[in-house]
């Protein structure tokens, strides 16, 4: 089965870190991926990690796996306002085919 | 090196009409996928294209119907329309011998409204 799961709303202060949290299913991900959408735009790729890493630090973004609890995370470091978006994590679901599996969003609010 | 484009942006149908969406790959990616994005929801898979071929599909009826051609663009076409197909449509397009990671490039979607 596939179901990623995600809190809906997040809201901080400018300059705060925001932590955005996932929960998976699938262990047999091999990858797991973090997508930003800004209003009324598609889908652009963040940041991804392998499954047998437990953290990757890409510039302000920290992604950390919990394999065992099938938790991920996204840490974004002195958040922006122009981080302000729905953020979306995503695994992989091999069924012969590479398709990816999207949690609900959490939608990301950075006030002044 | 061109993103992935599609046209229309927006579009408003009727109920039980049939709509054509379009998408252009980026460059040099053989493989594209489409999904539906209904408000307030992740995208969800509805089939993929590899090489002109049905590659795989998701859980959505034969009336979701798609295209792609040999310059690698594609079509998505849906028949009697119903109200709940009103979604933002994305196509995303990737290069299918790269599996690891899996990097999809996503077009900016088609907002279809049925009334």
């Known amino acids: 089965g596939e179901d990623v799961e995600q809190s809906l709303f997040l809201s901080v202060r400018e300059g705060d870190s925001s932590v955005i949290n996932c929960t998976y299913t699938d262990s047999s991900s091999t990858y797991l991926y973090w997508y930003k959408q800004e209003p009324g735009a598609g889908l652009q790729l963040l940041t991804y990690i392998f499954s047998n890493m437990d953290m990757k630090q890409d510039q302000r973004l920290t992604v950390l796996l919990n394999k065992k609890d099938k938790h991920l995370s996204l840490r974004i470091a002195d958040t922006q306002t122009g981080d302000s978006a729905i953020y979306f994590c995503a695994e992989t679901e091999d069924t012969g085919f590479q398709k990816l599996v999207f949690g609900t969003g959490t939608r990301l609010l950075v006030s002044p | 090196e061109t993103g992935v484009t599609q046209s229309p942006t927006h579009l408003i149908k009727t109920r039980g009409q049939q709509v054509t969406l379009r998408c252009s790959s980026q460059s040099g990616h053989n493989t594209v996928s489409w999904y539906q994005q209904a408000l307030g929801q992740g995208p969800q898979f509805i089939f993929q294209y590899y090489r002109e071929e049905e590659n795989g599909r998701g859980n959505f009826p034969p009336r979701f119907s798609g295209l792609q051609f040999p310059n690698y663009s594609s079509e998505l076409n849906v028949n009697a329309l119903e109200l709940d197909d009103s979604a933002l449509y994305l196509c995303?397009?990737?290069?299918?011998?790269?599996?690891?990671?899996?990097?999809?490039?996503f077009g900016p979607g088609t907002r279809l409204t049925v009334t």
């Open positions: 995303a397009s990737s290069f299918q011998e790269q599996f690891d990671p899996y990097e999809q490039y």
